[in-house]
């Protein structure tokens, strides 16, 4: 898998296919193109309608959070930040709520499933296996 990094408008080994999807980009924000994937990714700020924001990697062609990012919900407070596929928690994330509780590990389809650590607001900790 080979992967393109676009700055400025100025690409180089992109497929053509790819390179009109890609030059598309208004010069604010970075694509990738992954070859193996076929995925077209921006990385950038984006305010959603309801007040919520998303920081980092998303979709090109839909805006969903997909690679690395961070996306807090402005009606409670709670935020999550790590991996993303196709809009889902997938990968490895912290959770954090208003609260001061947070969750540290990995993530299965938007899930906690999997190793992690979770530390209550009152600061007791679990640490182990979770299954979504």
Request: proline letters at 2%; aromatic letters at 10%; zero cysteines.
């Given at each position: 898998s080979s992967e393109y990094v676009s700055q400025g408008g100025i690409l180089s080994g992109v497929p053509v296919p790819w390179?009109?999807?890609?030059?598309?980009n208004s010069g604010s924000?970075?694509?990738?193109?992954t070859a193996g994937s076929k995925v077209?990714?921006?990385?950038?700020v984006r305010?959603?309608?309801?007040?919520?924001v998303?920081?980092?990697s998303y979709r090109a062609v839909d805006g969903v959070p997909h690679g690395h990012g961070m996306y807090?919900?402005?009606r409670d407070g709670n935020s999550y930040e790590g991996e993303w596929f196709?809009?889902?928690?997938?990968?490895?994330?912290?959770?954090?709520?208003?609260?001061?509780?947070?969750?540290?590990?990995?993530?299965?389809?938007?899930?906690?499933?999997?190793v992690g650590k979770l530390k209550g607001a009152d600061g007791s900790l679990y640490v182990g296996s979770w299954l979504a």
């Open positions: 390179r009109k999807s890609i030059e598309r924000s970075s694509r990738i193109a077209v990714t921006e990385r950038g305010n959603l309608p309801n007040g919520d998303y920081r980092g807090t919900w402005t196709d809009g889902l928690r997938h990968g490895v994330g912290t959770y954090r709520w208003a609260s001061g509780a947070s969750y540290k590990g990995e993530w299965l389809e938007g899930q906690i499933s999997g």
